[in-house]
């Protein structure tokens, strides 16, 4: 299967029709292939796409860290993953780790709560250019989060918040050779709430219907 159809496979049930690409294509691979790289020039559109992102007067508070397969910061984040994400993360050939500013450092304040707010419209930046790009992402939490910022160097007053895994989403053949679990999680129906379950007209509790 090509990576069109895999995405057409993919796109959400019901409501494609709605949505705009890159959204209505984007999903998150549960197997990665692991023989294509992403090219630097590739990387550079994602990350100008997150510090292009709107945030809190333009406090940008988010930072990332680049880790390639194969570099000692690979390791520092394949050694912290959780045990349900150490088997996909691996696969993808680069994980951007995801922190934003919650204390006071070199001079910037951090804003409260919508340095979370702004670390997370960056992040879906990124995922979105990456998606435009002919990339898939997957963001992950489940890894020691104090290991990692150690082991990756980030001030005290950044706060790691994710990983985000990013490569070519595998072709039918490497997701045939991946352990069964991961084929499950890879071809796993994606569901969402209904429109009408979380937008309301007026005030809330009715149901947005148009
Ligand atoms: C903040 C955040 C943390 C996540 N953590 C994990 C994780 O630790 N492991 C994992 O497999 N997926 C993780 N995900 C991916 C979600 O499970 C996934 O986005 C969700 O199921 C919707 O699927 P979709 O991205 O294909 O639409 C995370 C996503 C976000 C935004």
Redesign the pocket.
């Known amino acids: 299967m090509t990576t069109t159809q895999e995405t057409l496979v993919?796109a959400p049930r019901p409501g494609a029709e709605l949505i705009a690409e890159p959204m209505r294509s984007?999903?998150?691979p549960?197997v990665f292939d692991t023989e294509r790289p992403v090219g630097s020039d590739v990387l550079d559109g994602l990350l100008a796409a997150a510090a292009w992102a709107p945030s809190t007067g333009n406090s940008q508070p988010w930072a990332y860290v680049v880790v390639r397969r194969g570099t000692p910061a690979h390791d520092v984040v394949r050694d912290a993953l959780?045990r349900?994400?150490s088997g996909?993360v691996p696969t993808a050939p680069v994980v951007v780790v995801a922190a934003t500013l919650v204390e006071e450092w070199e001079g910037r304040k951090p804003m409260g709560d919508f340095a979370l707010y702004d670390l997370?419209q960056s992040?879906a930046h990124l995922t979105l250019q990456a998606q435009a790009s002919g990339l898939h992402t997957?963001?992950?939490?489940?890894?020691d989060h104090d290991a990692v910022a150690r082991g990756l160097g980030f001030p005290p007053a950044y706060r790691v918040?994710?990983g985000i895994a990013i490569g070519y989403v595998a072709g039918d053949e490497l997701v045939a050779e991946a352990d069964e679990d991961l084929q499950g999680?890879h071809a796993k129906e994606?569901v969402r709430h209904g429109v009408g379950e979380v937008a309301y007209a007026g005030e809330f509790g009715t149901p947005y219907a148009g």
């Open positions: 993919r984007r999903w998150s549960a959780s349900g994400n996909w997370g992040v997957h963001q992950f939490a489940g890894f918040m994710t999680r994606r």
